[in-house]
């Protein structure tokens, strides 16, 4: 699949990094939509994260938030 020229604002990309690197991310059913989309794989996360940023999931970094709560 060719590689998109989308990214995420510097403000966003914190976001997305924890988003593909710990928290993951659902997907959405797009096929009946592909006659309307420009870049049909944009969806994942690390397609708004630059490629020199390594990113690869890491799930047991969420489980280790306590409750789900931050700061306890």
Do not use: K, W
Request: hydrophobic fraction near 40%; include cysteine.
């Amino acid at each position: 699949m060719g590689e998109t020229n989308l990214r995420a604002d510097d403000c966003h990309l914190p976001y997305f990094y924890q988003l593909g690197t710990q928290l993951g991310h659902g997907d959405a059913r797009i096929d009946h939509l592909a006659d309307l989309l420009r870049h049909p794989d944009a969806m994942p996360p690390r397609t708004f994260v630059p490629a020199d940023i390594p990113a690869a999931m890491r799930p047991a970094a969420a489980l280790s938030v306590p409750d789900g709560t931050i700061g306890t």
